[in-house]
């Protein structure tokens, strides 16, 4: 396993992957939403338990990369299926 | 109907929302005195090392709690009247209630030493700690700290990270002794030590010691003295139970609920940091301090207030956590005993953790990226997860779920056990029986 797969596998989940939450470890300190370059409120996004689905979302990883307690991952969504969590 | 709530936190948030989910029309009125209002006290550590800025701490919006519908009195109740069903309001003014949610959270244990109210002595319970920290922190920079669990860290770390020297005194021989393991302790404070960090083991603060009102240093049990511009404190938190307690509402070590977060007054519920909470799996009633339990209990409440019935199953409790910069999560049952650095319990914490029945430790790891297992007769009672964070979501939802994990506790025994790679493997068939 190198790190060319990983980084093959990083560029397939940023096309085609959203921003998800595991709302359980999330106490709402809005690191996230402070770190977003486009102003998403992800933290409201992790209250409600929704992926960021966002067409504006550039799954840039800002908000997953600062947040202290693991909250959030980017997980391989299809487009053509559904667009929920 | 007329819901009333007192408290501004996450419980009383989340039950106002369940209220409203069920009872569009019926009156909300939510009353507390902490003049800030709903705002995320777990990300006031984040705030003190500059991660974010203070308005970053409020989730909601003005329009947010306009679709709410509630009405928000600032102000603080000083009695329960309980027979009329009455709130007296700074001791005056009377607001009538149907259904009453106690959420009033708990506050910080004072540290009860000569010299403790000397300026420059401090704690982080509310945002006003936090600015009060900052504040001081641009002019004096030599601060001790005291006290133990996750408060006492994010204090060190926010101080250090706006430049002061801290000094960090822990009355054993190690930190969070009763949460921890000694490996795990040790990897803490290696990393406080990297830091710039003074660890100072065996000291027990006896005094505060000061000069125009204002603190200079302490003194030790053992002699020694040691000077300081600041001393910051978290011995730990104790719940707000005076109110009920006056009313005449059943108290243990917080508000007694049962599983619906009643308390003994029908119309009376509690939940959240004041709320000691009848488990009917274990039997026992039990004090947490944590940001997701009390989100849970206010939905739960809520929707008890408006007339359904949704009794509140404790799942095993878990914190994620920084220690010393390292993510951490706890879940389920880790240690047990007591810690002399805490009175009772700290924020974040939960009684469970320190419940552990007899259990075999498997463990791996280094320096860094540590695992610890609690492993029971079938399941997994507890684990701790620091460093990389791979493993935290299944084993919580592993140890959650009570999954029969017979298969592999051999395995997970053998002597130098790869026990990540074995728990990784045996989460991604479990996972998939649970999906089916």
């Not at chain 1, 102003?39 to 997953?64: F, K, M, N, P, Y």
Request: aromatic share 6%; with cysteine.
């Amino acid at each position: 396993m190198g790190i060319f797969r990983r980084d093959t596998e990083r560029h397939k989940v940023l096309a085609t992957g959203h921003v998800v939450p595991d709302s359980s470890r999330c106490v709402q300190c809005g690191i996230c939403t402070y770190n977003c370059p486009i102003g998403i409120d992800v933290r409201a996004h992790v209250w409600r338990a929704e992926a960021v689905t966002r067409s504006e979302c550039l799954t840039c990883g800002e908000c997953v990369a600062r947040c202290p307690r693991g909250v959030l991952r980017f997980e391989q969504t299809d487009l053509f299926v559904g667009r929920g969590a | 109907m007329r819901y009333t709530i007192i408290g501004t936190g996450v419980a009383g948030i989340a039950a106002i929302e369940a209220i409203r989910s069920v009872d569009p029309t019926g009156e909300i009125i939510m009353i507390g005195d902490d003049p800030h209002g709903f705002y995320s006290r777990p990300g006031l550590a984040y705030y003190l090392t500059g991660e974010l800025h203070d308005k970053a701490l409020y989730p909601r919006t003005a329009e947010d709690y306009r679709k709410l519908n509630f009405r928000y009195l600032k102000g603080r109740v000083t009695r329960i009247l309980r027979e009329g069903h009455t709130l007296e309001i700074d001791n005056k003014s009377q607001l009538p209630y149907d259904r009453l949610l106690i959420a009033v959270g708990a506050q910080a244990i004072p540290l009860e030493v000569p010299g403790a109210n000397l300026e420059g002595v401090l704690k982080l319970d509310h945002m006003d700690d936090a600015k009060c920290i900052l504040k001081f922190s641009q002019r004096w920079k030599t601060a001790i700290v005291v006290g133990g669990g996750i408060t006492a860290l994010e204090l060190v770390e926010g101080l250090v990270s706006r430049g002061v020297r801290v000094h960090y005194l822990l009355r054993g021989d190690r930190y969070w002794s009763n949460v921890l393991d000694k490996q795990e302790s040790h990897v803490v404070e290696h990393r406080l030590k990297e830091e710039g960090v003074t660890l100072h083991y065996h000291a027990e603060v006896i005094e505060v010691t000061g000069k125009n009102n204002r603190v200079n240093g302490v003194r030790l049990l053992d002699g020694r003295a040691l000077k300081c511009d600041l001393l910051a404190y978290a011995i730990g938190i104790r719940p707000r139970t005076a109110l009920a307690r006056d009313a005449g509402l059943a108290i243990d070590r917080g508000i007694l609920v049962n599983e619906f977060l009643q308390t003994n007054d029908p119309a009376i519920f509690a939940a959240g940091d004041v709320a000691q909470v009848y488990d009917p799996i274990t039997g026992r009633s039990i004090l947490d301090s944590l940001w997701g339990p009390a989100r849970e209990q206010g939905y739960a409440a809520g929707l008890n207030m408006a007339g359904e019935r949704m009794a509140y199953i404790k799942p095993a409790p878990f914190n994620v956590t920084r220690l010393a910069g390292l993510t951490t999560t706890i879940i389920g049952m880790v240690g047990r005993g007591r810690d002399d650095d805490l009175i009772g319990i700290a924020r974040g914490d939960s009684e469970t953790w320190r419940s552990l029945p007899d259990a075999i430790v498997a463990q791996t790891g280094f320096e860094v990226n540590r695992l610890r297992l609690l492993v029971g007769e079938k399941k997994l009672l507890g684990a701790i997860v620091m460093g990389d964070q791979t493993l935290s979501w299944p084993l919580q939802k592993l140890i959650a779920g009570g999954a029969d994990i017979s298969p592999i506790r051999a395995q997970l025994l053998a002597p130098s056990a790869r026990i990540g790679d074995i728990v990784a493997e045996f989460w991604a068939g479990w996972r998939t029986q649970a999906v089916a």
